[in-house]
């Protein structure tokens, strides 16, 4: 189920709610339903009853306890993104499951193919609730048509597989990086070791990788750390003055040569003498992130400018790169386990970008992404309100 689904599949999205009469004299045939009734209480997953309108009939205890659902009353009628909250349930043009990022969602898939191929459809579902950077879960959705006194019905049980996708993401981003880094570590020190022959200019040149590999090696550690503190909540940003043109042109210096911008042209643009105030750490990882990601992005010989403009209270940085992203791609990108890349790729770059940008900066992360201007990802964060003289040694 995607962009490109079938006119009847797609006619299903917007099928009308049903009245809301109508919709308490179902509600009232599935609770008269003992066999119902039992079956969606023992299952362990969160569990709803919706009907061909795709509003909801019925729900669990399992998922009134975990959503803070006091009143099932209250959600009847709804749709699932509706009820859960999820941040796109109101953009559509009949809510949940008429909006454009709806066209990827993994519960609406589920349910449409179930309904339209009458049968059992399980698909994962990345979704937000909350805020643009609340909380992402990863969900496993089980859609079953059944019958109820010749009324057909569908029961959609949500799985929660966080654990697994994070496990997933563990093996694929830090183990995999981890690994990579150890490993040229170990064969730098084994040179080294058996280097009977090697000069001192040689040797010195050795040991200086060797401290370089060391350094992004905690760094990697301590990325996976935060990552996982700020999920949790625990995440405390250490907030300094920071004066941005420094900031730039750090990490333009870093990555003018880095491995990535081989065969492309990084371009350093305008860099404000202001100050904001912010994590340092953070700032230069989700800029850095962005500005990795946009020189991956660009064609051979293809160029990437990072810039920043300032405002009477915010200021903008911007990385730009020549291609553009598919639609599919856009609508897809915050959430937590997708990825662009191979199986073996990141997958949780720009989600990280968000997390921390927006709930522990308090910054606004965005992006436009079409021809002919190409793909721009703009971090926007608020200026400090102290007079730039009193920070003169500020880096």
């Keep these: ?153 569908l029961v959609c049980s949500l799985r929660d597989i966080a654990a697994e996708k994070r496990r997933e993401v563990l093996e694929r981003v830090f183990f995999h990086d981890v690994i990579n880094t150890a490993g040229g570590l170990h064969g730098l020190a084994e040179l080294i070791f058996h280097g009977n022959k090697l000069t001192p200019e040689v040797e010195q040149n050795f040991k200086k990788m060797m401290l370089e590999l060391t350094e992004t090696l905690i760094e990697e550690i301590k990325q996976q750390r935060d990552l996982l503190a700020a999920e949790r909540g625990d995440f405390k940003p250490s907030l300094v003055p920071l004066r941005v043109s420094q900031i730039m042109q750090k990490l333009f210096a870093l990555y003018v040569n880095h491995d990535c911008t081989a065969g492309r042209i990084l371009v350093l643009g305008n860099t404000p003498e202001c100050l904001i105030i912010s994590d340092n750490r953070i700032l230069h990882r989700i800029l850095g992130n962005l500005l990795k990601n946009a020189l991956e992005a660009a064609p051979p010989g293809g160029k990437v400018v990072f810039t920043a403009t300032e405002r009477e209270e915010t200021v903008s940085f911007t990385i730009r790169n020549p291609g553009v992203m598919p639609y599919e791609v856009q609508l897809q990108l915050f959430q937590r386990s997708f990825s662009t890349k191979s199986a073996m790729g990141r997958g949780i770059g720009t989600y990280s970008v968000k997390l921390f940008g927006e709930r522990y900066l308090k910054g606004k992360v965005g992006f436009t992404s079409r021809e002919p201007e190409g793909t721009a990802f703009t971090f926007t964060i608020t200026k400090s309100g102290e007079p730039l003289e009193r920070f003169a040694a500020i880096t």
């Design 1 to 153: 189920m995607n962009l490109h689904e079938s006119a009847e599949v797609t006619s299903l999205r917007f099928v009308a709610r049903v009245v809301p009469d109508e919709v308490t004299l179902m509600q009232q045939v599935v609770r008269l339903s003992d066999v119902m009734a039992q079956m969606i209480e023992t299952m362990p997953d969160f569990v709803l009853v919706l009907n061909p309108q795709r509003q909801i009939l019925a729900i669990n205890h399992t998922l009134m306890r975990t959503f803070g659902i006091t009143d099932p009353w209250q959600i009847l009628g709804k749709r699932p993104g509706e009820a859960l909250g999820c941040i796109h349930s109101d953009e559509g043009p009949d809510g949940c499951g008429t909006g454009n990022h709806c066209f990827t969602c993994g519960a609406v898939g589920s349910i449409l193919e179930a309904l339209h191929e009458n049968r059992q459809a399980a698909r994962e579902c990345r979704v937000t609730i909350g805020t643009n950077s609340g909380t992402a879960l990863d969900l496993m959705v089980m859609t079953t048509p059944v019958e109820i006194n010749g009324h057909p019905l």
